[in-house]
Structures are given as structure tokens and as C-alpha cells.
């Protein structure tokens, strides 16, 4: 009964999101990928939004019913029918009434099972495509034959373009590159290793503390269109947060942006919470808060990240499982394993499938003394208060099903803030 009352409230959405968009007409950046779909939407918000009348997918509003709600709109009311009953009377009002509308829509775009995009894709025809990165392991692929029937999926959203459109492509990414060949639409490359906006010279920016230095935030150069850019992103870690600022450089540039104006914008905006989020922890530690999801590819940024960091007592990795992974599952956590064991002091991990991330790490010499698993996040929170010590760098992450975040607030260093600070705050997630 709930599925089909879902799948008629869908049916719904989508058609009052196809007549909105019909009476409106928006121009509409479609965002997809496997790896940094929200950072990238909100980057692209953040160099877009001076200048433009534009609205965003919230949070991480990407899925058949996801990008409806942001064409009309309107909130995710859960498992609330009055909820549903508004959201259907507000898209009545745009469809019949003349109301103001944004000018630009921003799209995050994702993929569950087979057929999502390619049915998304019968009545959105985006303006602009922006494609991530995707990675060996992509996330989600667990419902698909391959991951290269994953990737043709997204494919989709290029192929879709309008004629005069433009396709904003990863260099970095061998099958986002080739994406290229699907459209006769123009394309914009980004990257570190081509494209007319490209990067260099990451950094990671740090501050002085009583016990050392920590990381701070990440800077980097730009190329951009042979105007040289240094930009510096604070409050959030990580190479890879390089990419959305550059997807949302590239957007700029076909947008016809000054590099003032692009440089702006991005001073402006902030990573979104729960990927490599910058959090004081207990006894003077640092938390490195990546709980929003996990993919391999993700983590194992996330762990190079933690690796390639200055010491200042000792790292610790907290890591959750990793879900929807299917025939992929055990092969991914035993390789996050085995690097885990070069880039921490202590492993905490969180869940059944993240016995293989303990198993492998033992097995790569991380030592069993070191190696502690739990079965749920905040249990794992509560024990690893006692052990952390100033100047610890603790990164913690894993998928949304596993909330991490429940550790974090178990060792964040003012947890009335958790609301402010944490994903998955919210009511309906407290009932879950």
C-alpha cells in the first residue's frame, strides 16, 4: 500500500515539475556523478547566485522524487500525508497561478536502480551538464549488472543537453572525459591534468595550536582560461574539494563570468556538513567529520587526506561500513583496510562489513592492539573518548545508514552544537 500511494505521489510531482517547468522555463544545471554531487551543486550556487536568480536542490534532493520537490520547491515531507497533500497544492498554484520563479535551477542527479535518469531525462532537457567523478567503485552500483551500465546511465543527462547547451566534463575522470563523445553539445574540460580551468599547486592551509599545527583548510591555484587564480576554501580538508570549485569555475566561464566574479563567488562558499568537515573535538583533537555517506572512492580519498597530514599526536580513522556496494562489498572494505593500516594510528571500525576494513589492516600490519570494532557508531563514540588525546586527528566516516555522525557527537567538543555542526539532525532522521 505505502508504495503505491509513494508511486502515485511521484506520478504527481512529476507532472506538476513537467508543466512548471513548461510554463517557467528556468535554465537548468543538471549535476551527476558518483563523488562530490552536493559539494558541486553548492559551489556552483555559491559562484552563480550574485548574478542570477537561481535555486538549488536542498541538502542532497536527487532522486525521482528529490528533483521534483526542488523544481516546485517545496520540502521532503517524509512520512507526513498532510505534507504531501501541500506540496501537491503549492505545485497547483505555480501550474495555474502566475508566481515568480527562478531564473536558473541547479539539479543534483542521481541514480538508485536502472532507468532513473533515462526516464528523468524524457522531460528535463538541462541547459547545462555538469558530470563528477565516478571512481573504480562507484557508489549506488550495487542495483546495476556493472558499473558500466551505472555509468552509461548518468550518461544519460549528456546525451539529454539542449542543442545549445554545454557539458561540464572531469578531465581527471577517464570515463567522465569520454562523456565527451555523447553529445554534440560544447564541452568544458576542468581538472588538475587539462581543461581551460585547471588546477595546481594544492595546499593544505594550517593554524597554530598548543600542541602543533593543525590543518585548517586547503588552498590552490587556477588557471582560469589563462587567468591565474589563488583561491583558499576553509573549515573542510581533502584534494578532492578542489573538483566542485573547479566544476563551479567552469560553470562560471561558460556563463561568462569575470575571474573577479567566479573568485567572489567561491570566497562565499562553504562545504557542505558531513564531507571532510573541520569539527573541534574533546581534549584539545580535531575531528575531520566525513559522515554525510561513503563510497570506496570517497574514502579512500578521505584516508590519503589523513595520511598525507602533518602529525600531531596520532591519527585515528573511525570507518563505517560502506552500503549498496553488492558483489563489490567485501573486495572495497578489504582495500580501504589495507590502506587504512598506512594511515592511522588507531582503527575504530563501525558494522558488520567493516570487519573486513579490521581483518585487513591486521593483515597489512596495523597491530591488533590498535584495532578496535564495534557494531554501532555511538557505542564506538562513547569508548573512544577515553582513548583520544590532545593534538589527535580523528577523521570518522561511513554510510548514511550507519550514522557516524552519532560517534562525532560523542567527541565533539560542544555537542549542543551538533544541530549547527552535524548531518542527519533533523526530526524525522532522530526517529530512525
Known amino acids: 500500500m505505502k508504495n503505491t500511494v509513494k508511486k502515485i505521489i511521484v506520478s504527481i510531482l512529476q507532472f506538476e515539475a513537467r508543466q512548471v517547468i513548461n510554463k517557467y522555463k528556468p535554465k537548468i544545471i543538471a549535476v551527476t556523478g558518483s563523488v562530490g554531487k552536493t559539494s558541486t551543486k553548492d559551489a556552483i550556487f555559491s559562484v552563480l547566485s550574485p548574478s542570477r536568480h537561481i535555486r ?49 535551477l541547479v539539479l543534483e542527479v542521481g541514480a538508485d536502480r536502472p532507468g532513473d535518469i533515462k526516464s528523468l531525462t524524457g522531460w528535463l532537457k538541462p541547459d547545462l551538464t555538469v558530470v563528477t567523478r565516478f571512481g573504480k567503485t562507484p557508489v549506488h552500483v550495487e542495483y546495476f549488472k556493472n558499473r558500466e551500465d551505472l555509468i552509461q546511465e548518468k550518461a544519460y543527462l549528456v546525451r539529454a543537453l539542449r542543442r545549445d547547451g554545454k557539458a561540464i566534463l572531469n578531465y581527471d575522470d577517464e570515463d567522465v572525459r569520454a562523456f565527451g563523445e555523447y553529445t554534440e553539445s560544447s564541452k568544458i574540460f576542468y581538472g588538475f591534468d587539462g581543461g581551460v580551468i585547471k588546477a595546481s599547486h594544492y595546499h593544505v592551509l594550517t593554524e597554530q595550536t598548543g600542541k602543533g599545527n593543525f590543518p585548517a583548510g586547503i588552498g590552490f591555484f587556477v588557471d582560469y582560461a589563462g587567468t591565474p587564480l589563488a583561491l583558499e576554501l576553509f573549515g573542510s580538508l581533502g584534494k578532492h574539494h578542489v573538483y566542485p570549485a573547479l566544476a563551479a569555475l567552469a560553470v562560471g566561464y ?50 590519503h587526506t589523513l595520511q598525507t597530514l602533518e602529525k600531531v599526536t596520532r591519527k585515528i580513522a573511525m570507518l563505517g561500513d560502506m552500503m549498496e556496494l553488492g558483489a563489490h ?75 557516524m555522525e552519532q560517534a562525532v557527537k560523542e567527541i565533539m567538543l560542544e555537542p549542543e552544537d551538533a544541530g549547527k555542526l552535524l548531518v542527519r539532525q533533523d526530526e524525522e532522521w532522530s526517529k530512525r
Request: net charge negative; proline share 4%.
Open 56 to 104: 538549488k536542490s536542498e541538502k542532497s534532493f536527487n532522486s525521482e522524487i528529490g528533483v521534483p520537490l526542488t523544481i516546485l520547491g517545496c520540502d521532503n515531507a517524509w512520512n507526513n500525508p498532510i505534507g504531501w497533500l501541500s506540496n501537491i497544492m503549492h505545485g497547483l498554484s505555480l501550474i495555474i497561478s502566475k508566481n515568480e520563479y527562478p531564473d536558473w
Open 329 to 403: 562489498s567485501s573486495e572495497a572494505h578489504r582495500e580501504i583496510g589495507a590502506l587504512a593500516a598506512h594511515s592511522c594510528d588507531i582503527l575504530v571500525a563501525v558494522g558488520v562489513r567493516s570487519r573486513r576494513i579490521a581483518e585487513a589492516a591486521m593483515d597489512e600490519g596495523l597491530s591488533e592492539k590498535n584495532v578496535y570494532q564495534f557494531d554501532e557508531a555511538q557505542e564506538a563514540g562513547v569508548f573512544i573518548q577515553n582513548l583520544i588525546m590532545e593534538g589527535d586527528i580523528i577523521l570518522v566516516k561511513g554510510s548514511q545508514s550507519i550514522r
Open 254 to 303: 561558460a556563463q561568462g563570468l569575470s575571474p573577479e566574479e567566479v573568485q567572489a563567488g567561491l570566497r562565499a562558499h562553504v562545504p557542505p556538513l558531513g564531507r571532510m568537515h573541520l569539527i573541534d573535538g574533546i581534549k584539545g583533537s580535531l575531528i575531520i567529520d566525513d559522515t554525510y555517506n561513503a563510497s570506496p572512492v570517497a574514502t579512500i580519498e578521505a584516508l
